[in-house]
């Protein structure tokens, strides 16, 4: 029967007092080696981008993916030590998550199917971080590829995680010179050659003055016959990512050159048609 007065309170304190200051000792370790760990990867990928021998994308998803690998091996082997800790066998432990990995392995395909995709789309260089991409209807900027997911910021702001598996085509638009597309339209009595000269002054222009288009602007002439207007489109390459910012500025330099040459832009209008008293008295007396 136990003894509440004769139990050896003191050294189960003494014990406790142990096994607190281990454990506290193991978080302590834990949360150092992260820290350095960190800091050792940062200096890595830092001295990788600028050896400019690896792209500042591909340097950046590495890094990402080190960080992934660096806390998932930091979280088990902190584990490992506090089952150690606390008197558990590390090597039962193992045979133990076998079995029953084995019992769960059918419930997780999903994750190795995650991993499989991730080591792909890693491998083929698909995707970096910072490029512009559309995964299935999601399209954003690449902030992290991981071993289980993807994670996509939106342009409004939206952080997308989108699991390996699901990542069934991958439509990268960071690849090469990208284009701009401007189309505008005139209306039907204006003329189109000299409406196109216009244009292609506008856009001589611009070629010269601004250094991010790669090739163009040019106007390859009418593109469509609306029902108020003939369109007319305007293509150039410009470097990755400043597409939009060219098309504004095309779109803005050609309604200035129109208006300073009198070409009209058609908008609609709305006619209104009012009738006075003494005419509307004169016509139903006529009647």
């Known amino acids: 029967m136990f003894n509440f007065k004769t139990f050896d309170w003191e050294g189960l304190l003494i014990d406790a007092g142990v096994k607190a200051l281990e454990i506290i000792g193991i978080l302590i370790a834990f949360v150092i080696v992260k820290k350095i760990g960190r800091k050792v990867l940062d200096r890595t990928f830092l001295n990788m981008s600028k050896r400019k021998n690896i792209s500042e994308g591909r340097a950046l998803t590495l890094h990402r993916l080190a960080e992934n690998i660096l806390s998932y091996s930091l979280i ?3 584990a490992a ?3 150690n800790a606390f ?3 590390v090597a039962s432990l193992i045979a133990g998550a076998g079995v029953v990995g084995l019992a769960i392995g059918f419930g997780a395909q999903g994750l190795v199917s995650d991993v499989v995709t991730g080591f792909f789309l890693l491998l083929e260089k ?3 971080v910072n490029d512009y991409v559309t995964i299935g209807n999601i399209d954003g900027v690449v902030e992290a590829v991981g071993l289980r997911t993807t994670q996509l910021r939106s342009f409004d702001g939206t952080l997308n995680y989108i699991p390996n598996r699901d990542i069934l085509t991958v439509r990268n638009h960071s690849r090469g010179s990208m284009r701009a597309l401007v189309d505008i339209g005139i209306a039907y009595d204006e003329d189109i050659d000299h409406a196109i000269e216009v244009t292609q002054a506008v856009c001589d222009q611009m070629a010269g003055e601004n250094p991010v288009i790669v090739e163009g602007p040019n106007v390859i ?3 469509a016959l609306g029902a ?3 369109v007319l489109r305007v293509i150039a390459k410009t470097e990755n990512g400043e597409q939009w910012a060219v098309e504004r500025e095309i779109r803005k330099a050609i309604k200035a050159a129109f208006d300073e040459n009198g070409i009209e832009i058609p908008y609609p209008h709305q006619v ?4 006075n008293e003494e005419n509307l008295g004169k016509s139903r007396g006529n009647e």
Do not use: R
């Open 272 to 275: 209104m048609v009012h009738k």
């Open 76 to 78: 088990f082997i902190l």
């Open 221 to 223: 002439g009418v593109q």
């Open 126 to 128: 698909q995707l970096d």
């Open 228 to 230: 108020s207007d003939v």
């Open 87 to 89: 008197g558990l066998p």
């Open 81 to 83: 030590s506090l089952f």
